[in-house]
C-alpha cells in the first residue's frame, strides 16, 4: 500500500467510526427520552451499535496517527541522493530551487563548515558570483562554472561547478542543483612559480647580454682604435659571457633534476673521495681567498647516489664557504656516520665557514630558485643564484635534506643529510 492509499484509508475509517458513535448516542438519548418498554429495547440497541463501533475502531490493520508516522518512516523511502554524494571524492553539495542545503558531504563540509542542511547555501559561503551562477543556472537549465578566492592567512583558489538536474526528462525547470568544487591552488602556485622563475631566469640573462651587446657598440664605435679599451673590454664580456654560461648549465641542471626527481639512484657511492676531489679542484680558489680547508672524515662514508651529482652538492656548498666566509679564513668539512630521528644510519656532511654570517629571516629562503642574500655580492662572485636551489633538489631526489645553522658574525653551517648504505 502506497503512503497515500493508506493515508485515504484511515480518512474513510474515521469518518465511519464518527458516524456510527453519533448513531448509537442518538439512539440512546432517544431511548432516554421516551418511556415504556421500547426504552428498554433502544437502549440494547444503542450500546450495540456503540460496542460495534469501539469494535470496529480496534480492528487490525487501523493504525493511529504515531503508528502510521512509524509506518511510513519503516517505508523504503530514502532518498539514494546523500548516499551518492557522500561517496563522490570532491565537496559536492546538493541545493533545492531555492538555494537550500538538501545533502553534502564531508568534503563540503570541510570545505565550508558553516554549511547546514535545510539553510541556504548563501549563510555559509558567501560570494556573490556563485550565487549569480546558481541562479542562473536555476532558470537556465545551463551548466555554470566560477573561480573564486578564499582571503585568509593563505590565499586558496577554487572552481565551482553548478550543474543543473532534472529528476524527470519532460521536466521544465531544474527542481535540484548541485555544486561541485576544484581546489585549483596547487595549479595557481605553480603557475605563479613557473612565472617567476621565467621572469628571473629573463632578467638574469638579459643583464650580461646588455653588457654585452654595450660593449661591443662600443668597440664598434669610439674605441675601435683603443687598444687597451679593447682588451678591458673583451676581458669584461669574456666573464659576461662565463656568467651567461653558468646561468644556462645551472637552468639545464635544474630541469633534468627535476625531471628524474621521482627516481632514486641505487648505486653505491662513497662520499669520502668525492669530497676530497672536491676540494682539490678549489683549491686554486681557496689559495686565492687566503682560505684555509680542513677535511675530517672517516675512512669511508657509502650512499646510494649518483655520483655526479652528489659532487654538484658539494662543490655548491664548499665554493659558496669560500667564496661568502673568506673572511674567516677557515673552512671545516666534516663527514661522519650518524643516527636519524628514526633510528636509521644516516651519512652526514657538514661545511662551515667563519664568515659574517646569515641574519635569520634568510635562512628558510636560501634554497629558493634566484633568491640572494646580497644580489650585487652574489653577482660580483659569479652566482647565479641557482646553487642552493639545486642542492635542495638532488638531495631531495637522493632521498635526503639540507640543514643550516648560521649567527650573524660566527659563520654559517650547511650539513647534507642522507641515508646510509643499508638505511631505508
Not at 565537496?91 to 553534502?104: E, Y
Not at 576544484?182 to 629573463?202: K, Q
Not at 638579459?206 to 660593449?215: D, E, I, K, W, Y
Request: a neutral charge.
Amino acid at each position: 500500500m502506497s503512503l497515500n492509499d493508506n493515508r485515504a484509508a484511515i480518512g474513510w475509517r474515521r469518518w465511519h467510526r464518527a458516524w456510527l458513535v453519533i448513531a448509537a448516542a442518538a439512539i440512546v438519548f432517544a431511548g432516554l427520552a421516551i418511556a415504556g418498554p421500547l426504552a428498554v429495547a433502544y437502549a440494547v440497541i444503542g450500546f450495540a451499535v456503540l460496542a460495534a463501533s469501539v469494535l470496529f475502531a480496534m480492528r487490525p490493520g487501523e493504525t493511529s496517527d504515531r503508528e502510521t508516522r512509524r509506518f511510513v518512516s519503516a517505508e523504503p523511502t530514502d532518498d539514494p541522493l546523500p548516499v551518492v554524494i557522500a561517496g563522490l571524492p570532491d565537496p559536492v553539495i546538493a541545493l533545492d530551487r531555492d538555494g537550500r542545503v538538501l545533502a553534502l558531504n564531508a568534503h563540503a563540509h570541510a570545505l565550508a563548515p558553516a554549511l547546514r542542511q535545510g539553510e541556504p547555501v548563501s549563510l555559509a559561503l558567501r560570494m556573490p558570483e556563485l550565487a549569480e551562477a546558481i541562479g542562473r543556472a536555476s532558470v537556465g537549465g545551463q551548466e555554470q562554472r566560477v573561480e573564486y578566492s578564499e582571503r585568509g592567512p593563505r590565499e586558496r583558489w577554487f572552481e565551482a561547478i553548478v550543474i543543473p538536474v532534472k529528476r524527470e526528462p519532460d521536466q521544465g525547470q531544474p527542481d535540484l542543483v548541485l555544486l561541485t568544487f576544484h581546489d585549483l591552488t596547487p595549479l595557481r602556485r605553480v603557475e605563479e612559480m613557473r612565472a617567476d622563475f621565467v621572469a628571473n631566469a629573463s632578467h638574469e640573462l638579459r643583464t650580461p647580454l646588455a653588457a654585452l651587446s654595450g660593449f661591443i657598440e662600443t668597440l664598434q664605435g669610439s674605441a675601435r682604435e683603443d687598444v687597451k679599451a679593447r682588451e678591458r673590454f673583451l676581458a669584461i664580456m669574456q666573464e659576461q659571457a662565463r656568467r651567461m654560461a653558468r646561468l644556462i648549465d645551472d637552468l639545464l641542471s635544474l630541469s633534468r633534476i627535476e625531471l628524474n626527481a621521482h627516481r632514486r639512484p641505487d648505486t653505491p657511492v662513497d662520499l669520502v673521495p668525492i669530497v676530497r676531489q672536491v676540494v682539490d679542484g678549489l683549491e686554486m680558489l681557496a689559495r686565492d681567498r687566503g682560505v684555509s680547508v680542513n677535511v675530517e672524515a672517516a675512512n669511508a662514508l657509502t650512499v646510494r647516489g649518483d655520483r655526479d651529482e652528489l659532487a654538484r652538492v658539494c662543490e655548491n656548498l664548499i665554493e659558496n664557504a669560500l667564496k661568502y666566509g673568506a673572511a674567516g679564513k677557515r673552512v671545516d668539512i666534516t663527514l661522519a656516520l650518524a643516527t636519524s630521528a628514526d633510528g636509521a644510519p644516516e651519512a652526514q656532511v657538514g661545511v662551515r665557514d667563519y664568515g659574517p654570517g646569515i641574519a635569520p629571516e634568510h635562512l628558510p629562503r636560501l634554497t629558493e630558485r634566484f633568491y640572494r642574500v646580497d644580489v650585487a655580492e652574489s653577482r660580483a662572485q659569479g652566482g647565479t643564484g641557482l646553487g642552493l636551489a639545486l642542492v635542495k633538489h638532488i638531495l631531495n631526489r637522493h632521498r635526503g635534506r639540507l640543514s643550516i645553522e648560521s649567527t650573524p658574525g660566527a659563520g654559517a653551517s650547511f650539513t647534507i643529510h642522507l641515508p646510509a648504505l643499508g638505511s631505508a
